[in-house]
């Protein structure tokens, strides 16, 4: 099966708003055997809707529609729905309902403009949206499957994965079909795929292979489709492949070094303290993002200037002074201060040059020292990233993560 | 002038990367008054490449093709475009000197598929990618304007501003053509939609109006194309909009308030210490995130547990229990703690709940107090935002700049 992504709005086309929507569902059509042909962005057109989705259906067996639905669209969207699929639009009293209800949650008012949401096509199906006033559809034609759900991507992702996955699973046959996602980090993608390419070329021409990278981490997606042996032929493949880059692989599928590291340390009753220069908070922050995070994570410093480091973390000045603010013994005193200070079970300290400024021969823009300590012992690791400040701020933050989990994970 | 938008790779069609480059080049276009019609996505495939080339043909004056060029692409893009503009492909010795010349400088080797960089179209003009291996291509073809540029983002972005606007500003005419953006805070965009409804109809019709709005922040941009009275008419309209909404203006055009409380704070030879709770870290990367934020930020507290609430910002434990680690008492006590603590002229302390939970009927998920304090005095609020954990995170922390803000432009 091939599907059409088709996104309307004016605001896409101004720029206002990129079109996040497009990936979250070619990633989802992906991992169930539904690949996307071609993805595109119209404005608010009545012509240029019709136009569009004669187009798409000449080419695909699954259309799916994103925005011009909500309560301030113009209106263009639902007419030219009508028009495309010979309906008439009728009012829904159970839709009312649902708007109104949501409204009261949220001490929303009923205008004309919600109460327009109650109006729909009299031939589709509707996609109830638990989250908005805007209602999805749902339309057959000709043997291709039509979605049109709301632009807001909260919104459309949860449709999205309530009501189309489903009735698209159910349509297109997902039995058989396995992913498996290997998670590594310490390795640069064109290394890895240099370092499995013989594992690469020994897989069935069926094993699809993709590689995911974002900043410090890159992704191995191993998917199969429509084979009953997949889940064994998968496990094989990953065993494999385990065998080769083991020291590099953290977790799997959905998980985060984050919420990995949050694991570990429940698991141990343990708690930890973050000693944070360059990174600026960037560290800390991603352990907070995983909800819960207070259960372990007690707090911690952002050492910005080596006054901090000196009068907070307990860093010996000398120590700045003879090796400098970014360095092994600089780090390992911050991370010694802050487990020191806040009484905890491990605390991670990094000290890094960011830039764009800061930079010398000997310690270019990118130079970062990371430390981790425990009560028993203390590990630290010199890394040099580029010269972006954002990807060092994200790169920093993941290998101090990684060092924490192989540090909580040996103990 | 109409445009249509291309981007070119199997990577976007299964959801691995976000087109961010549409919504980039939509919004720089836009500026010199050409409208976006379409913008697709398609896959590494010449003949979907060739028909997607005729249909923007029809359609428009400039199109504009992301990816499909670097040194890693499959070998479709480029002769695709031989075929369709009728070149071949020459070697230009020059392109591979620069070519040697980028990797040098970045310990990269000369290999084959570097190599075939140097092949180019022989009836394009090349753009200069000073930070790729990939040069860009300019085409003409019966009136329209074709340009070619590689996929990855920080290459495409800089080759469309030194090259592609340059010369389509001269292709299209940018005279008199003038934007002002007015960035606002502490206000929705409906209900400032509202407020400036009257303003907005007094609004000559040519005179464009924009709302832009991100998670704490909306943007209103006014523009006026190919209008030799453009500046003064902008000037006025702003001079108008000024005196309704004054309160909630906080910069124009490219400020963000984190730069424009870095000037202020230099401004004063001041400087600048957080505690945060609820933010866990986003509130000092939000500030470090300007390059030199070194000269006043010295440095902050994650005060995520009650514990170093008290131990490190001296916060008396009655108060904690008395009123709660969400309260006005806690954030001012925070507050001046910090300052003492890190003897800064000013400090900003952030406690809230930022959710899923924590949250209670008195005070439930998106209750946040900030309090901003200097030598002088202390200042402290309370707001309620929402129930998404990450966007409370990121309106608390525009929400502390802008008191931030505020508090050092009065003194």
Redesign the interface.
């Known amino acids: 099966m091939q599907a059409t992504i088709i996104a309307i709005g004016d605001e896409?086309?101004?720029?206002?708003?990129?079109?996040?929507n497009?990936?979250?569902?070619?990633?989802?059509l992906?991992l169930i055997g539904i690949?996307?042909?071609?993805?595109?962005?119209?404005?608010d057109n009545k012509q240029?809707i019709l136009s569009s989705l004669e187009n798409a259906h000449r080419k695909s067996d699954v259309i799916i529609l994103t925005g011009g639905l909500g309560p301030t669209s113009d209106d263009i969207t639902k007419p030219a729905l009508c028009e495309y699929f010979g309906s008439k639009l009728e009012f829904r009293p159970d839709v009312l309902e649902q708007v109104k209800a949501f409204l009261d949650k949220r001490g929303g008012v009923l205008n004309d403009l919600n109460k327009s949401q109650a109006w729909v096509p009299d031939n589709c199906t509707l996609l109830n949206n638990p989250i908005g006033t805007a209602p999805g559809m749902f339309f057959e034609k000709e043997g291709r499957y039509y979605f049109a759900l709301p632009g807001v991507p909260?919104e459309m992702e949860k449709m999205f994965d309530d009501h189309v996955i489903p009735i698209l699973s159910k349509k297109a046959g997902i039995e058989n079909i396995y992913h498996r996602t290997i998670l590594t980090t310490g390795i640069s993608e064109s290394k890895l795929a240099e370092t499995i390419s013989e594992w690469e070329k020994s897989l069935p021409s069926f094993v699809k292979l993709?590689y995911?990278p974002s900043p410090g981490i890159v992704k191995v997606r191993l998917s199969v489709y429509h084979n009953p042996h997949g889940k064994e032929i998968i496990e094989d493949a990953e065993r494999r492949l385990h065998a080769i880059i083991a020291p590099y692989i953290f977790g799997y599928d959905d998980d985060t070094l984050e919420g990995i590291v949050g694991h570990l340390l429940m698991s141990q009753n343990a708690t930890l303290a973050?000693a944070?220069s360059c990174?600026?908070?960037?560290?800390?922050?991603s352990?907070?993002?995983v909800?819960?995070?207070?259960a372990y994570?007690?707090?911690?410093?952002?050492?910005?200037?080596n006054?901090?480091k000196i009068n907070?973390l307990n860093v010996n000045p000398d120590i700045i002074n003879h090796y400098g603010a970014v360095s092994q013994q600089t780090a390992e005193a911050m991370a010694k201060g802050c487990l020191n200070?806040?009484e905890t079970h491990y605390s991670v300290a990094v000290t890094g040059i960011a830039?764009?400024?800061g930079g010398s021969p000997e310690k270019p823009v990118g130079t970062v020292w990371i430390a981790v300590a425990s009560p028993k012992n203390i590990v630290s690791e010199k890394f040099l990233f580029g010269d972006?400040?954002?990807r060092n701020?994200q790169r920093s933050t993941i290998a101090a993560l990684n060092m924490l989990r192989k540090t909580i994970e040996i103990k």
Request: proline fraction near 3%; glycine fraction near 12%; avoid cysteine.
């Open positions: 896409l086309l101004i720029g206002k708003v990129v079109n996040t497009a990936a979250y569902i070619a990633r989802k992906n690949s996307v042909k071609e993805a595109i962005v119209i404005g240029h909260f993709a995911l973050t944070e990174t600026g908070g960037n560290l800390s922050l352990i907070v993002s909800p819960g995070a207070s994570y007690k707090g911690g410093i952002i050492a910005y200037s006054e901090i907070e200070k806040f830039g764009p400024d972006n400040r954002i701020i």
